[in-house]
């Protein structure tokens, strides 16, 4: 394995109250009290945020939010800051998710301006890129990810960059079943990185994490982490049960 420090997020976008959503973060934190070496975070809805993340307090689970605004504070009914996000106890946030960008209208720029005020309230961004089936199907994967990659961080520097973590999720493989082969993982990942190397230089290159998101299960995992530029897994349905999720946060290393 690399010498990149695993992350493993959990993403339960609109589910659970705030009484289930403590439940089984509690639950959680004594399935994968024995985990070290990986970071672990989930993400909560956001009226969960704050008790989530005083249960989880010292404990080796950090939280994110799902989504964020790119202004500190204002008239934008509905909306949260960057700095709301790190008082209710957040070290991470997830950015441009391809439901947001399907369903909310979700664009390379707003990612881009999501970033900045992110990274500049001290939040860790996990920017979300992939494809479409039809963009895939012709063979326009490396064109869509090259944009959504070089627009979304337009203005980032290298320093910052150390605030990013890229999670690639083919759009085809969320909540579908499918997953992405693990060489069709990799191919993507190498894709990513090599991108990140000629913006940037080697040494962030060989930092930054790129996490693979679409389907993961705990059936997939540890073929999924044994890819070289594979560095953790952004996790949606598998994330909301402790059984299916404490499985996955215990990948095991092949090879």
């Known amino acids: 394995m690399s010498s990149r420090t ?7 976008k609109m589910y659970k109250t705030v009484p289930e959503a403590l439940e089984t973060a509690e639950q ?30 010292g404990s080796n689970i950090v939280v994110a939010g799902q989504n964020v605004f790119w202004e500190d504070e204002g008239a934008y009914t509905g909306e949260v800051s960057p700095g709301m996000l790190k008082s209710a106890g957040c070290a991470y946030t997830i950015i441009g998710h391809s439901e947001r960008r399907q369903y909310f209208g979700e664009t390379n ?20 890129i992939g ?26 520097s290298a ?60 059936d997939n995992i540890d073929q999924l982490m044994a890819e070289e530029d594979v560095d953790g897994v952004l996790v949606g349905g598998a994330s909301l049960k402790v059984e299916s999720f404490s499985r996955i946060v215990h990948f095991v290393v092949l090879g």
């Open 109 to 128: 720029e707003t990612v881009n301006k999501k970033i900045k005020m992110s990274i500049a309230a001290g939040l860790t961004c996990i920017v979300c």
């Open 131 to 156: 494809e479409l089936l039809e963009e895939r199907e012709t063979g326009r994967t490396f064109a869509v990810l090259e944009t959504q990659l070089s627009e979304g961080l337009d203005g980032i």
């Open 159 to 218: 320093p910052q960059m150390a605030a990013v973590v890229i999670a690639y999720e083919p759009v085809w493989a969320i909540g579908t079943g499918k997953t992405a082969t693990t060489a069709q993982a990799e191919e993507a990942h190498r894709f990513i990185r090599s991108r990140i190397e000629h913006a940037y230089g080697s040494e962030v290159s060989g930092t930054t994490r790129i996490l693979y998101g679409g389907s993961v299960k705990p």
């Open 28 to 57: 959680l934190k004594e399935a994968v009290i024995d985990i070290s070496g990986r970071e672990i975070v989930i993400s909560p809805p956001y009226v969960c945020l704050f008790p989530v993340a005083v249960a989880l307090k």
């Open 6 to 12: 695993p992350l493993i997020a959990g993403n339960w």
